[in-house]
């Protein structure tokens, strides 16, 4: 069984503050890795993806990427009240099928 | 450009009886996918299709069935609905089989009693 694990959370982190999500996944085939955000009630969007180990930034959002160690984290620095969702981290060995985490749930406090 | 939808938004139907959930997008994307969300599971794959007329089987398909006569078409039916079955349902599609990002619909929620 391939599987992607998350910290279900809740994850609270004051406004400003860097917000850190964690995935590990237990697939070593697997080469692509996404992370998705989803509001409570809505459909997921996709916000980074990344397949090569190290660092991958965009904006107020790193995707980090740790093959070896089969672990993979997003940052999101200066955390808004506006990314309080729940961020769901996919991978995959192709870019067909991808597996999903069951989401961590993150709170930024005002 | 209405992108991706989904019909109906909210079904609730009896155990036993056979239920259709609609997918249309208007980006004449290669790739659709059918997903359902449970708490506690996260997203998990039912169906996916290359193409019209090409269907791949993904990691829950028993208990349902799919068609994609039309590109822009991937009816997901349950043949003979389960409470198992109960879970919000969400449609998806990508370009093409090199692209990263699937685009999903708003989600259709099928409760059977």
């Known amino acids: 069984q391939k599987e992607v694990e998350q910290n279900s959370g809740p994850l609270s982190v004051p406004e400003g503050a860097i917000a850190s999500l964690n995935c590990t996944y237990s697939?070593?085939?697997?080469?692509?890795f996404f992370w998705y955000r989803q509001y409570s009630g809505k459909s997921p969007e996709l916000i980074m993806f990344?397949?090569?180990?190290g660092d991958k930034e965009d904006g107020r959002f790193t995707a980090q990427l740790n093959k070896a160690s089969q672990y993979v984290s997003l940052l999101i620095r200066d955390s808004q009240p506006s990314d309080s969702a729940t961020y769901l981290c996919?991978?995959?060995?192709?870019?067909?099928?991808?597996?999903f985490g069951t989401g961590t749930k993150l709170q930024v406090i005002p | 450009d209405a992108g991706i939808t989904q019909s109906p938004r909210y079904k609730i139907t009896e155990t036993g009886r056979q239920v259709t959930l609609m997918c249309h997008q208007t980006?004449?994307?290669?790739?659709m996918f059918w997903y359902r969300q449970d708490l506690g599971h996260g997203l998990r794959l039912i169906y996916y299709?290359?193409?019209?007329?090409?269907?791949d089987k993904g990691e829950v398909p028993d208990g349902y069935v799919v068609s994609r006569s039309k590109t822009e078409n991937f009816p997901l039916t349950l043949e003979s609905a389960t409470r198992s079955q109960t879970s919000v349902y969400f449609c998806?599609?990508?370009?093409?089989?090199?692209?990263?990002?699937?685009?999903f619909g708003p989600g259709t929620r099928l409760t059977v009693t």
């Open positions: 998806a599609s990508k370009r093409s089989g090199l692209d990263h990002e699937q685009y």
């Open positions: 697939d070593r085939g697997s080469q692509s």
């Open positions: 990344i397949y090569s180990n």
């Open positions: 996919a991978g995959g060995g192709g870019y067909q099928k991808v597996t």
């Open positions: 980006w004449s994307h290669s790739y």
């Open positions: 299709s290359a193409a019209a007329d090409i269907t």
